[in-house]
């Protein structure tokens, strides 16, 4: 057991996603594919967007900012999952932990605000078309971006902050595969109504602050795509918002069929499960989802693969 000094643990035991010694190497390399693609996927968007002019507008320089958010969103939580797979103990120091935590939190949080900042771009280019350049000039665009992080800094800060606060005795086995909140305030020895309070209260207004703003754009949105008589005019609207609207259905889909249940039919299996769906798919779906859905995307693409492998690519 390692030691501690004022109720402070040197390090934690990482219990990791399984016990069941036949699916460790073939977990390891289905995550370390998924990993593999994330990596590739995340960091081909954000060159693409950033090098190819065509990509120069409002909405690919928050999906630039989004795909960074998943590369280190993904890279916070991953590296260590891998390592529970081929290690039979897999330690990580008390600041580590918090390390983790920390960026955890900065890229959970900040992931929510960027689509939320994305829906209200998405409705200002639906909804007020003739006036979207004023609307949505860089000035504005560098705002809402640095209020993204602000927010997601100021969240990480308070929740670290609060754990830090907390004392940790002779338990130092977290029943996960990295350090979340919820199974590091089980192991606490000290009280946590505090902690709970602020999960509380700030998870609850990040919740609020990103799910009203996309709903109430994409409750314009709609309005006024229906309002388009022609159904070239509609289906067009409709494929300039498809991919946001399929990335924040995803994770709010997967949200609301982990959270919105019974308690008593909540298990740390069901966690484990949920929390590698949030930290390693949807950082992987979302590259995907904005390639395939996006027509600007794909062309630039085949453009740069035209570049690199012969004009004979279709």
């Known amino acids: 057991m390692p030691?501690?000094?004022?109720?402070?643990?040197?390090?934690?035991?990482?219990?990791?996603?399984?016990?069941?010694?036949?699916?460790?190497?073939?977990?390891?390399?289905?995550?370390?594919?998924?990993?593999?693609?994330?990596?590739?996927?995340?960091?081909s968007m954000i060159l693409l967007i950033t090098l190819d002019s065509k990509l120069q507008s409002p909405?690919?320089?928050?999906?630039g900012n989004l795909s960074?958010?998943?590369?280190?969103?993904?890279?916070?939580?991953?590296?260590?999952?891998?390592e529970n797979f081929i290690q039979e103990q897999n330690l990580i120091s008390y600041s580590g932990c918090m390390t983790q935590l920390f960026f955890f939190c900065v890229f959970a949080i900040g992931e929510s605000y960027m689509l939320a900042a994305m829906a209200y771009d998405r409705y200002?280019?639906?909804?007020?078309?003739?006036?979207?350049?004023v609307t949505m000039s860089w000035n504005i665009n560098i705002l809402l971006v640095v209020g993204v992080y602000s927010m997601s800094g100021f969240g990480a800060v308070v929740h670290t902050t609060c754990m830090i606060k907390l004392s940790f005795c002779e338990n130092n086995?977290?029943?996960?595969?990295?350090?979340?909140?919820?199974?590091?305030?089980?192991?606490s020895c000290s009280s946590t109504h505090l902690n709970e309070l602020f999960v509380l209260l700030v998870g609850g207004f990040n919740?609020?602050?990103?799910?009203?703003?996309?709903?109430i754009s994409y409750a314009f949105i709609l309005s006024n795509i229906l309002q388009i008589t022609s159904s070239e005019g509609r289906s067009k609207a409709f494929g300039t918002c498809g991919s946001h609207v399929t990335a924040v259905g995803i994770l709010y889909g997967s949200v609301a069929f982990m959270y919105f249940k019974p308690t008593s039919s909540s298990s740390m299996v069901q966690e484990k499960l949920a929390s590698v769906f949030y930290t390693t798919v949807i950082p992987m779906l979302n590259p995907l989802i904005y390639s395939l859905r996006n027509n600007d995307v794909k062309e630039v693409l085949r453009n740069f693969m035209r570049k690199r492998l012969g004009p004979e690519l279709p």
């Open 3 to 43: 030691r501690h000094n004022n109720s402070i643990m040197t390090a934690f035991l990482l219990e990791g996603l399984t016990h069941q010694p036949e699916l460790q190497m073939p977990l390891f390399f289905l995550f370390l594919g998924i990993y593999m693609i994330t990596v590739v996927g995340n960091l």
């Open 59 to 63: 909405m690919y320089f928050f999906l």
């Open 68 to 82: 960074f958010l998943d590369l280190f969103y993904s890279s916070v939580v991953t590296p260590k999952l891998l």
């Open 124 to 133: 200002a280019a639906i909804c007020n078309p003739l006036l979207y350049n």
């Open 173 to 187: 086995v977290i029943h996960h595969y990295f350090c979340d909140i919820l199974p590091l305030l089980k192991l």
């Open 207 to 215: 919740v609020l602050a990103t799910t009203v703003p996309i709903i």
